[in-house]
């Protein structure tokens, strides 16, 4: 029997189970909006707070970029230290408000691409408890988060070293190196606590023996995990090239900033932003479907032929004919 491509599977279950892309886009945008409001208003705060002399608001006015520079320099001094402040604060807000909407919504995307699969057959496995399975991806949500934070020190620690410790001449290479070196490691981790969430549902798996079954899937079948990346990262550069036609194109048959070329733009840019939410959860379905395993086939039940008892002999059973259990005083 031929094994289903995991590919296949993964766009068809966002093909045939749309709602799960939609379940997606729908925790996704609405925490990128809460947070983009929160930053503008933090940041619309923060400028309120400062004062500006009249000195400054005529040096501001003068346009000249040298005393405009003057001027921002005397209005910040003094407060990057709140500036900070707010900045760790909100940072930590965000980062804990992204787990707890990150590990509802990936219960609900993997709740649903479950149903689907158990639908075609591919799985049997009960539902874990809604509880268990928050907590597990909470825990996964929370190491993402870690090792993000991880990578930004790790990051300033390269910039650090490039510019104290590293002559002039080699200073950019070998910051570019660093920089490479931090980015793969944080790619990998990301990628296997991305992937780990998939066990938590279907293995009802806690935090850190999701991440042990995770890495024995990757080791036992590397290829078809080399297939689905290549395939979905395909997509993935198509998409980006389509949007960024429809992005740069409005401008450049109108060649004005019209209205028009900034709604069609827009439009495309989200757009762009559902296709990848949608083939994400796609990814997610082929990883899922793989360690489902394809759908049982039913068997077929053949007619057995009748023994061959040699030419000329008949094999039928005459009913008149007395068995040993017919005969009188017989033991069976």
């Not at 090792?147 to 490039?162: D, Q, R, T």
């Not at 998939?198 to 935090?207: N, Y």
């Not at 401008?251 to 439009?267: Q, T, W």
Request: proline letters at 6%.
């Amino acid at each position: 029997m031929k094994t289903p491509s995991p590919t296949l599977e993964g766009l068809g279950a966002i093909l045939r189970r749309p709602a799960c892309g939609l379940a997606e886009i729908s925790w996704r945008w609405s925490f990128g909006l809460a947070a983009g409001l929160l930053l503008f208003a933090s940041l619309a705060e923060y400028l309120n707070t400062l004062s500006v002399s009249r000195a400054q608001l005529l040096l501001l006015r003068t346009r000249d970029p040298v005393l405009v520079l003057q001027a921002l320099a005397a209005i910040f001094r003094g407060s990057s230290g709140r500036a900070v402040s707010a900045l760790v604060v909100l940072i930590l807000a965000l980062a804990f408000a992204w787990m707890v909407i990150a590990s509802i919504g990936r219960a609900s995307s993997l709740s649903s691409l479950l149903g689907y699969f158990r639908e075609r057959g591919m799985s049997s496995l009960p539902r874990p408890p809604m509880f268990l399975m928050l907590r597990s991806l909470f825990g996964l949500c929370f190491l993402r988060v870690t090792v993000m934070l991880a990578a930004i020190v790790a990051s300033l620690g390269a910039v650090i070293i490039a510019a104290v410790w590293v002559s002039r001449e080699a200073a950019a290479p070998a910051l570019w190196l660093l920089l490479m070196l931090v980015g793969l490691i944080w790619s990998g981790l990301n990628w296997l606590l991305s992937l780990a969430p998939i066990f938590v549902a279907a293995g009802a798996q806690d935090t850190f023996g999701s991440i042990g079954a995770a890495l024995s899937l990757y080791r036992d079948r590397r290829w078809p995990f080399f297939a689905i990346g290549a395939w979905f990262n395909f997509g993935h550069f198509v998409a980006f090239g389509l949007a960024s036609f429809a992005v740069v194109a409005p401008f450049l048959l109108s060649r004005r900033l019209s209205g028009m070329a900034l709604i069609v733009a827009l439009v495309s840019l989200f757009g762009y932003f559902a296709v990848m939410d949608f083939l994400y959860v796609g990814r997610l379905a082929a990883y899922l479907s793989m360690t489902l395993g394809p759908p049982p086939v039913p068997m077929e039940v053949l007619p057995q032929p009748a023994p061959d008892s040699g030419p000329g002999v008949d094999t039928r059973v005459d009913a008149d004919d007395l068995i040993l259990s017919d005969l009188p005083l017989s033991p069976w």
